[in-house]
């Protein structure tokens, strides 16, 4: 039997224009979304005994539990059952990658709102009113609250570590020009309009069912057999769609299903823990806040040769993901820019806060926008524009091609998105309008900005980076395919069912995705890091390709030809001038005996880092982009207003422009709120206290900008991608830097664009006053 | 007993609990999922239904709208609004396996990702495009001020919005909802409706009598305040009283220079009335929460729930506005700007209620505004708001009335700054200067989630900086605004 070419398979996948067509295909949930079909897991009809669950937390951020009196709970209404720490089977501890994440306080409390105990009860009301009654005696101990006291007590979740290359000491002293920076950086909450939830059903003797909302069911899987002391073999996690991840549902998930599990298992019904949405806010890890610092040298042209970058992440009160987020922050502090001499540290304060989590972006923006202040800066100190500086410092022949963590850049496409951009966004001649508009306004200022983004594309822990498939064609010609993946809007099944189609040549309306399944395909990684297309997309293929493999040999068999020349195309296989229908292929095979099921398997190749000596190349690629943002601030008050927005952003070749534009729009309007509107607020006993969505505010629809151009640069993937296209989840979260940096470039023509302003992140109406009475004493 | 429509089931209900939220009887007790929790506190949409009610003339014409269609949020609403009502959730929408033009247009605009906010965006249109009017972007805008959605970024659901409301409407349609107006017609609303847990009074007599009855029950009017009590605090309502269907109460009018509005008359009701005696008052009321909650909340509620910062009360403080108290057996007239006793106080005594607000219509000579800054422009609170109310005599200040929210335990005037700035020529920029100077040490505001309270009072000042500057500027006018009105 000879094997399938390739290349018969990359056409398929590339020049079918059927393919074309299902680049516009609606999201695969649309109709049942808009028709309140879709169901998620709160809608799941209630099993027989189905009772509720509620947590009790913690009102102060550090202390030593003496005493928790449960009385009064277990004394209310409904109430079934009542946990704590104490009554967990196996282990406590359900920290991702390192130990510090108790499923419910064990003995210490690490942050004011620290899950201490669970109720059960009949209603969920009942189980709410129910968790409020403890009485919880901690004898308080000195909270760490700001990366300030931590950095001061030398707390940290995880040692620091440090990136360099050339001789930065050397550099900065050799540099004509010098500067000095400092950005706090706020986090931000998920605000996922479903909140966390989880229903774990009991099976026979100890088995587990789990419906969750979940970005990664196997970690669910792993933590629930590991709090109730049995095999993973036992459990079973289903998850068909959440509403809304952003990775606030990649770890933080499992601890509601493990609680819910718990009960279940005690009482052998059915329990749901779905958390009010102010807990959910209290609770759950957010976006780091970092406190930044950076120095750099450069030339009269503004062209820097020497940085030195500091990032301070605040973990909160366990490692989590933080090891890989605050990497993740150094690995983006150069941006698009060469840096020469450079070093960059970044430090994992552990403070008595929620512990800090994946967020779109993963450290990325966070370390992203020290780049683009440190090329404000230098713009200001040298006269600039800011984007004359900014095209004068990206990677290239001339300047250089080495990060500084030693990967090599291939195929950069910086550059050319940025003068293309330039022009379509019409930028010179809307710099020199404004520069006009403001001369002649005293209290409304217009600021603009073109900011780039090269983000890198893979799990920085290695292992991740693989993934499974398990695709089914039955007897009538449909197919079910399964994957590691899970669906949380960002439209992975509707790209998985194109694939599908394409691979087997058949209508979209074959293919029926289905949840996510821990029984289905095994140990996968979470749906995180952008990869959920690349990697699964790539597993589903790598089933399709078996499957057409052995109807192939079938098929060119039948015919007496060679399988080299079967094709599946336009619902029919054909080999030379023999051709069958889908259907018919599909029932002959099966009467023929030949399976019709297989799993597929992917690993991302190339990877190679060495975190010891921090060189290698963590990242398969990198996805591209840039934004242009228009601003106008009122100076008396600090209000602004985003007017126009223009962007150019790299997915290679696009599998869905509609999904792909879609992912675009949505990061930036997220990644503008995480820098204007969207404040946490902490009070002095470390009580979050921007706790709703009174409080805390996410962009509304008056805040999409008016003027809103979003262009994909049509380039396929250098790297051979599935149908070389790029990942899109989280890069074009961080064109929204351009939105920060046109606020300072109004605010900069206070100071007749001479001084950086001091803009701290989020910029609300309160931060931007401060930056101008900043400007304006330092003026 | 309340009656309704739900969707198109009439469903009575006659022993439920007072406090069950419209939302947890549609997803807990009749399986209606379509409709989804998002946040329970009325700020995100995902809950939203449309609420159809027959026109107010009774017996309506061939050309009328027979129902008027409102969106609201069914997180913050009790069964006890919905008396005579329909509502609609999304489920209704679909006709067999057609998609009604609002969910085609979602769809094609690929305006869901996510989709757990989805059907509360449509549910927004869809009360947008019962209206049968043309809309533009900053309809839509308006009209969906109070659905978030944290996945899109929104641009497809504004395209598919103003898509679906140019579509042809279909004139069966008009038929359909006169049966149901007559339906709704046919459903008798008096105080002996009144449940166990739920009195339904119809007059002041009746309602007076309940609350003498139930001295411990709650005046429940738009609940999209007291709700929160329920769902966020957790107490049990056990026994309301509506103000929502006693005589008067609803009602809006004009008599010789003075606007007198019913307490239980919605922000929504209103809005056309005010907006047209008071036009610069047209952003406040904007920003006044988001359409779903000016659908529900009362103009009574926010003066009664004496928030320090509700939006309404420092406007009709600047506007020298009165509440009528009443008590069944007698009245008393009481200036706002005197009704605010301390945090959340008010002078109502225990079986007293708000009538109506009382409300001096402008002479040509006064210049009205009101000034909000908040982090969000749509739907958030106020850090600072301030109302303004000027009155010039051949450019010399004659009378300044002012209203302060968010700086004080209550809403607030400023004495000082009144009597300062009369006799001054306005256009002289000592009068920037002294109302700045006032207004530095006028209030001591605190720091709270929302501002500090240094920002508070640069605000006060900044604020009072931009009025002097819009009234003087004339011909030269510069820009003070980074949104223009729409």
């Known amino acids: 039997m000879r094997k399938l070419k390739e290349q018969t398979i990359q056409s398929a996948g590339k020049t079918d224009s059927k393919s074309m067509a299902r680049r516009s295909s609606p999201h695969e949930s649309a109709v049942r979304q808009v028709t309140g079909n879709a169901r ?148 931000q909450e998920h605000l996922y309009i479903e909140g966390q939830v989880s229903m774990a059903v009991p099976q026979e003797e100890d088995r587990m069912f789990i419906y969750t909302s979940s970005q990664h069911p196997s970690e669910v899987q792993k933590l629930v057999a590991e709090v109730l002391d049995i095999k993973l073999n036992k459990v079973v996690v289903d998850m068909r769609r959440m509403g809304g991840g952003f990775g606030g549902k990649e770890t933080q998930a499992a601890q509601w299903a493990c609680i819910a599990a718990l009960f279940a298992a005690r009482k052998g019904c059915a329990v749901k823990l779905r958390l009010p949405r102010q807990q959910d806010m209290i609770v759950t890890g957010k976006r780091h806040p970092f406190e930044n610092s950076f120095e750099v040298g450069f030339d009269d042209n503004g062209k820097i040769n020497a940085a030195k970058i500091e990032v301070n992440g605040n973990c909160g009160h366990s490692p989590d993901l933080s090891d890989a987020i605050v990497d993740r922050a150094m690995f983006h502090a150069d941006n698009t820019y060469f840096l020469e001499h450079c070093q960059i540290d970044g430090h994992r304060l552990k403070t008595h806060q929620v512990s800090h989590t994946a967020y779109r972006g993963f450290g990325g923006p966070q370390g992203m926008i020290m780049a683009e202040a440190m090329i404000d800066k230098v713009a200001r100190a040298t006269g600039k524009d800011p984007l004359e500086v900014r095209k004068l410092n990206l990677y290239g022949e001339n300047n250089g091609l080495t990060t500084p963590y030693g990967m090599h850049i291939e195929n950069d496409l910086s550059a050319e998105i940025i003068t293309k951009l330039e022009q379509s966004s019409d930028y010179w001649a809307r710099r020199a309008s404004i520069t006009e508009f403001n001369k002649s306004s005293p209290i409304i200022k217009k600021g603009l900005a073109l900011t780039p983004v090269k983000f890198g594309i893979s799990f920085t822990a290695k292992h991740l980076n693989q993934a499974g498939a398990l695709v089914h064609v039955y007897t009538d010609g449909s197919i079910q395919a399964n994957h590691g993946g899970t669906e949380m809007g960002q439209g992975l099944h509707t790209k998985i069912g194109q694939i599908v189609a394409n691979e087997f040549g058949v209508s979209l309306d074959e293919v029926e995705v289905t949840s996510t399944r821990t029984d289905k395909v095994p140990n996968t990684s979470p749906t995180a890091a952008s990869s959920g297309t690349d990697l699964n997309g790539k597993a589903v293929q790598n ?29 029919k296989i054909t080999c030379g001038k023999h051709e069958l229908s889908w259907e018919s292929l599909v029932q002959k095979a099966y009467f023929a005996r030949v399976s019709l099921s297989a799993s597929g398997f992917y690993k991302t190749p190339k990877l190679a880092y060495d975190r010891e000596t921090a060189k290698g190349r963590p990242f398969f690629y990198f996805a591209y982009g840039a934004s242009v943002s228009e601003v106008s601030i009122d ?13 150019l952003h790299d997915v290679g070749t696009s599998l869905n422009e509609g999904i792909d534009i879609g992912q675009i729009e949505g990061a930036f309007i997220q990644g503008m709120g995480w820098l204007t509107t969207e404040d946490l607020v902490w009070d002095k006993e470390g009580r979050l206290i921007s706790n709703n969505l009174a409080t805390y505010k996410i962009p509304a629809i008056g805040d999409t900008p008016e003027v809103f151009n979003v262009n994909l640069l049509k380039r396929p993937n250098a790297e051979d991608s599935i149908y070389h296209s790029k990942a899109v989840g989280e890069p074009p979260f961080m064109l929204a830097i351009s939105v920060w940096c046109a606020m300072k470039d109004a605010l900069a023509s206070l100071a007749d664009y001479k001084c950086d302003p001091q803009l701290e992140t989020p910029a609300t109406p309160e931060r931007v006053m401060a930056a101008i009475s900043h400007l304006r004493r330092t003026q | 007993m309340i009656q309704f429509l739900l969707n198109d089931q009439l469903t009575s209900i006659d022993s439920e609990r007072a406090d069950l939220t419209l939302l947890n009887y549609l997803r807990d007790n009749v399986a209606l999922t379509g409709t989804k929790e998002g946040c329970a506190s009325g700020d995100c949409g995902a ?217 239980a008359c919605t922000l929504g009701d209103i809005q056309a009335l005010m907006l047209e005696h008071f036009p610069s008052l047209h952003e406040i009321i904007e920003r006044f929460a988001s359409v779903p909650i000016r659908n529900q909340a009362t103009l009574g509620g926010n003066i009664a729930g004496a928030s320090p910062i509700g939006d309404m009360a420092p406007v009709l403080i600047a506007l020298n506005a009165s509440v009528i108290l009443d008590n069944g057996a007698s009245t008393r007239t009481v200036v706002l700007r005197e009704f605010f006793t301390a945090y959340r106080q008010t002078q109502l005594s225990q079986g007293e209620w708000i009538h109506s607000i009382e409300i001096p219509l402008l002479k040509p000579n006064q210049h009205l505004v009101a000034y909000k800054i908040s982090k969000r422009f749509e739907d958030d609170i106020s850090a600072v708001c301030m109302a303004l109310n000027l009155t010039l005599d051949q450019g010399v200040v004659t009378r300044l009335s002012t209203g302060f929210g968010g700086v004080a335990a209550t809403p607030a005037f400023c004495a000082d700054l009144e009597q300062e700035i009369v006799g001054k020529i306005w256009k002289k920029s000592e009068c920037v200067d002294a109302g700045k100077q006032i207004l530095t040490s006028a209030f001591t505001p605190i720091d709270d989630v929302r501002a500090t309270a240094e920002y508070r009072i640069q605000m006060l000042e900044n604020l009072w900086h931009r009025f002097w500057l819009e009234t003087n500027a004339q011909d030269n006018a510069i820009a003070t605004r980074v949104i223009q009105d729409a």
């Open chain 1, 40 to 187: 998620y897991v709160d809608d799941i009809p209630a099993p027989a005994n189905l009772m509720h669950a509620a947590i009790g937390i913690s009102s102060v951020a550090s202390g030593n539990i003496k005493h928790i009196d449960l009385s009064q709970v277990w004394e209310s209404p409904g109430v079934i059952d009542v946990i704590t720490a104490d009554d967990v089977p196996g282990h406590i501890d359900i920290g991702p990658v390192f130990k510090g994440d108790p499923v419910l306080a064990d003995k210490e409390i690490k942050f004011h709102g620290q899950p201490v105990f669970a109720v059960l009860a009949k209603t969920l009301e009942m189980a709410k009113v129910a968790a409020t009654l403890a009485t919880i005696d901690i004898e308080k101990t000195a909270a760490i609250l700001t990366v300030a006291e931590a950095k001061e007590a030398q707390s940290f979740v995880r040692p620091s570590h440090q990136m360099s290359q050339g001789n930065p000491a050397l550099g900065l002293r050799e540099a004509k020009h010098t500067a000095k920076g400092t950005l706090s950086i706020g986090g």
């Open chain 1, 543 to 571: 089933a399709c390709i078996a499957i057409k493999q052995r109807l192939a040999d079938f098929f060119a068999d039948s015919v007496n030809a060679g399988p080299d020349l079967v094709q599946f195309h336009d619902n």
């Open chain 1, 635 to 647: 100076t008396l008050t600090g209000e602004h207003k985003v007017d126009r927005v223009d962007i």
């Open chain 2, 47 to 263: 809950c939203t239904v449309v609420i159809a009610e027959a026109s107010q003339s009774g017996q309506s014409s061939d050309t009328e709208n027979p129902l008027s269609y409102k969106a609201i949020n069914s997180c913050v609403t009790f069964l006890s609004a919905l008396q005579g009502k329909q509502v609609i959730t999304v489920e209704q929408l679909q006709t067999g396996k057609a998609l009604h033009p609002v969910q085609q247009a979602m769809v094609d605009a690929n305006a869901t990702q996510c989709g757990f906010c989805t059907p509360g965006f449509v549910m927004s249109i869809f009360a947008l495009y019962q209206q049968n009017e043309p809309v533009n972007r900053a309809d839509v805008i308006t009209a969906l001020s109070g659905n978030l959605c944290r996945c899109t970024g929104y641009k497809p659901i504004i395209a598919a919005a103003i898509t679906a409301c140019h579509a042809e409407r279909d004139l069966a349609d008009m038929q359909q909802r006169r049966e149901v107006a007559n339906q709704l017609n046919a459903i008798n609303i008096n105080a002996e409706n009144s449940t166990d847990n739920l009195c339904l009074p119809r007059t002041r007599q009746q309602l007076a009598s309940f609350i003498k009855q139930y001295p411990n029950a709650l005046l429940v009017a738009g609940s999209t305040d007291l709700a929160l009590e329920h769902t966020q605090q957790l107490k049990p309502l056990k026994k309301l009283i509506s103000l929502s269907y006693v005589d008067g109460l609803k009602r809006a009018s004009q008599q010789n220079n003075t606007l007198s509005i019913g307490s």
